[in-house]
């Protein structure tokens, strides 16, 4: 990260293999779309998840049919490696089967689960089990009575709601949870999130909850949690969007890597073309887009429309082309190794990229 970036030093805890908090990356999380009485799809989302670098997946467990499920995906190795959470709401003996079960953490809303003597149950559990909790607060399901004394100010309600919370977990002496508290603006939930990290010490997750489309969603939460993030404030993070999970963990890469939080996969420097482009740029950045997207390692790829601005520009990049008038240049760290058709340039520089990766074992 840049000068002047001091991210805060939260309390460290664990959720299955992995540690959240203190000197830990900040991860990336997503929640499955598909049901559980789809379990071919379902699998397969999970599978797509991993695959695409997703560090904790959340799943709504609906039912009591919903915890053999979760037992058989968890008996499968799902998630030997990535830890699942339970997403319950509003049945606390759900979350209890969904720990006996071996989820690594459930999701609960003391609010509106049963209150604290429900979450008490929850809380007795996890620690038997060795579980973490995350405390979800959301700004559509708040304590009614803190609602009436902050007189429906609900970015204060979600504050208050949540170090009630706390204060229970703590004089539980449970610690092993952390803490979301989403909103769906924006500006809230910055507020909530600033004023929570100053009072408390326990991680963050953070999210824009309902953000949107793809784009909007995207937008709304790079905005958001991009602003906390560089206040140094956050432990894992989820961008909601109204599509694929697959594409929340990517959003999700791309505002830590924006930031320089994370170096996670491929960043595709392209430019936005002007009257100079001589070709198709937008299906060539597809093509290179689509055939990158499996790569984990950090890899900077520039696909530029003209040498004006071309290697100069793209000069940080690992590999990048630069399309000319009737050739285009495919070039290394700035510096050009060959020219080609520009009718070729896609084979030429998927061949150059092969041979950069093999160097790192990474196949296409
Ligand atoms: S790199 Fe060249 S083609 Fe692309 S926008 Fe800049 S000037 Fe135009």
Redesign the pocket.
């Given at each position: 990260m840049e000068k002047g970036y001091k991210r805060k030093v939260t309390r460290e805890i664990t959720i299955g293999r992995k540690k959240i908090g203190a000197g830990s990356p900040i991860l990336v999380q997503s929640m499955t779309k598909n049901k559980f009485e789809h379990p071919g799809l379902l699998k397969e989302e999970i599978r797509g998840l991993i695959s695409s670098g997703c560090e904790i997946v959340r799943i709504a467990v609906t039912d009591k049919d919903s915890i053999a499920h979760v037992s058989s995906l968890l008996k499968e190795g799902f998630f030997n490696d990535v830890p699942l959470v339970a997403d319950v709401q509003f049945d606390f003996e759900l979350a209890l089967l969904a720990l006996e079960a071996g989820a690594h953490c459930v999701r609960i809303n003391p609010g509106n689960i049963g209150g604290l003597q429900k979450t008490r149950e929850v809380i007795k559990k996890a620690k038997e089990m060795d579980a973490c909790i995350r405390i979800g607060v959301n700004s559509g399901s708040i304590d009614k009575k803190i609602l009436r004394k902050t007189s429906n100010d609900f970015p204060q309600a979600m504050i208050e709601s949540t170090l009630e919370y706390v204060r229970f977990f703590e004089n539980m002496q449970f610690y092993n949870f952390k803490i979301s508290a989403k909103a769906s603006s924006v500006t809230d939930s910055i507020y909530v999130y600033k004023a929570l990290s100053e009072k408390i010490n326990y991680p963050l997750h953070l999210g824009i909850t309902e953000a949107g489309s793809k784009f909007a969603g995207s937008i709304k939460s790079a905005v958001g949690l991009g602003i906390l993030l560089y206040e140094g404030i956050g432990d894992t993070i989820r961008v909601s969007l109204t599509d694929d999970s697959v594409k929340e963990v990517k959003a999700g890469y791309y505002i830590l890597n924006s930031l320089n939080l994370r170096s996670y996969g491929v960043d595709i420097i392209s430019?936005?073309?002007?009257?100079?482009?001589k070709a198709d740029l937008k299906s060539i950045a597809g093509e290179i887009e689509k055939i990158t997207q499996k790569i984990s390692v950090p890899l900077k790829i520039a696909v530029?429309?003209?040498m004006?601005?071309?290697p100069g520009?793209a000069k940080e990049a690992d590999i990048g082309i630069a399309l000319g008038t009737s050739k285009a240049t495919i070039f290394l760290k700035g510096k050009v190794l060959k020219k080609v058709e520009i009718k070729d340039v896609f084979f030429e520089f998927k061949n150059e990229l092969e041979k950069l990766l093999q160097i790192n074992n990474v196949r296409l």
């Open positions: 430019c936005p073309t002007c009257g100079r482009t530029m429309g003209c004006v601005n071309g520009e």
